[in-house]
């Protein structure tokens, strides 16, 4: 499946979270068409540069090191990396989902989660959505949870210069 139109390329991991480089959490992806075309980005596995099958979430022994991940990117073998946050004590991370209003503005309320995580944030590789990944109490176990928000509303984004990267949720 090609890339769908909005989305975002792959570029590199941002430098905030090259300090998990050796950890073996880091895996692969492309873009894949769902049942009804829908797109999909499921995990890969990568060793040695290639991609070698889906990753499983819930199975670190499919998981890799960044250089491993980033040398399947290099190689053509994967459209994008990604880090797996199951157990990673002292991380989260948010997903807001359609965050993009018709005139790709951010949502109000999205871009103000944003502000006041002071912590880094990114858009997702669909365009439509952000994520934001920051530093939570060491107890902390990540969960996954979906908040629903209401669609239809517009609003600004700040520039990305505003966004800290030190990882840090004050929430």
């Not at 998990?20 to 596995?45: C, D, F, I, N, Q």
């Amino acid at each position: 499946m090609t890339r769908p139109n909005g989305a975002i390329p792959f570029a590199r991991v941002p430098p905030c979270l090259e300090k998990l480089a050796e950890a073996r959490r880091w895996v692969g992806w492309r873009w894949e068409s769902r049942r009804g075309g829908k797109p999909s980005k499921p995990p890969l596995t990568v060793i040695g540069g290639q991609a070698n099958g889906y990753a499983e979430n819930n199975v670190p022994a499919t998981w890799a090191t960044l250089a491993d991940a980033t040398a399947a990117f290099d190689a053509g073998q994967v459209e994008g990396v990604g880090l797996q946050l199951l157990k990673l004590s002292g991380f989260a991370a948010i997903d807001l989902d359609d965050v993009r209003g018709p005139n790709g503005d951010m949502r109000p309320w999205a871009a103000d989660l944003i502000a006041r995580s002071g912590s880094y944030a990114e858009w997702t590789p669909s365009g439509t959505g952000a994520r934001i990944i920051g530093r939570v109490p060491k107890a902390h176990e990540p969960e996954h949870t979906a908040i629903e928000h209401p669609k239809g509303v517009s609003g600004g984004w700040p520039p990305p210069s505003t966004l800290r990267p030190d990882l840090r949720f004050r929430l």
